[in-house]
């Protein structure tokens, strides 16, 4: 089955610096890449996602880049505010006729420091 | 309405005790999922519904039983459990007919076992 991995697992960054996030999944048949914020206490939210026919994708500060090749993918956000602080799960799934399955990463936890 | 409504937000209940979790979306989505979150874990897949019908259930203990009684719908019965089946409890919905979908969360049941 399919195995995503998730580093670094806490990210610290000055307000204003930008942070990286990179995951890395096994199953090569996984087409759909989404990135979902969770603040605590909160909902999973999806930010960002991306599909396979796609190399990069931006939405103002964030951006997502995928090599299928290596079979790696990665969250990008600049100009970090107090407010981006949240859990980051990276997360991949394969078409389903009538679901997805989702298999989530393990977390990278971001604390943005005024 | 782009919301998945779960009740009981928080759910504190005995080891000999019968309880239901509810979900409720109108966003006219034909997916439905159950997930379990541990602090400081990622959301790990329990259930999925495809059309009112179970599709996945991820070797989950029967104490646990799922029941989608329409497309709206979607709920968690729970009888026995262990203190170790606390957790936050999330419900999300997602559309069929898209092969790229965007899984929809809600809010989740804390859910104590003592």
């Known amino acids: 089955g399919e195995n995503v991995e998730q580093h670094p697992s806490t990210l610290s960054v000055q307000e204003g610096d930008s942070a990286v996030i990179k995951c890395t999944y096994s199953?090569?048949?996984?087409?759909?890449f989404p990135w979902y914020k969770q603040e605590l206490g909160k909902r999973p939210q999806l930010i960002i996602d991306?599909?396979?026919?796609?190399g990069e994708k931006k939405d103002q500060r964030i951006a997502v880049t995928l090599n299928k090749t290596a079979k790696h993918f990665s969250l990008h956000i600049t100009e970090t505010q107090p407010e981006d602080s949240a859990v980051y799960f990276c997360?991949?799934?394969?078409?389903?006729?009538?679901?997805?399955?989702?298999?989530f990463g393990p977390g990278t936890s971001l604390s943005v420091i005024p | 309405d782009t919301e998945v409504t779960q009740t009981p937000k928080h759910l504190v209940m005995g080891m000999t005790n019968k309880k239901s979790l509810k979900c409720e979306q109108h966003?006219?989505?034909?997916?439905m999922y159950w997930y379990k979150q541990k602090a400081k874990k990622p959301p790990e897949l329990m259930f999925v519904y495809s059309y009112e019908k179970l599709s996945i259930n991820e070797s989950v203990p029967s104490r646990f039983s799922p029941e989608c009684p329409n497309s709206s719908l979607l709920n968690l019965h729970l009888h026995a459990l262990q203190p170790e089946d606390s957790a936050l409890y999330l419900c999300?919905?997602?559309?069929?007919?898209?092969?790229?979908?965007?899984?929809?969360f809600g809010q989740g049941t804390r859910l104590t076992v003592v």
């Open positions: 966003m006219g989505h034909r997916a």
């Open positions: 991306i599909r396979s026919n796609v």
């Open positions: 999300a919905s997602s559309r069929q007919w898209n092969v790229y979908t965007e899984a929809f």
């Open positions: 997360a991949a799934s394969k078409p389903k006729t009538s679901y997805d399955k989702v298999i």
């Open positions: 199953d090569s048949a996984s087409n759909y």
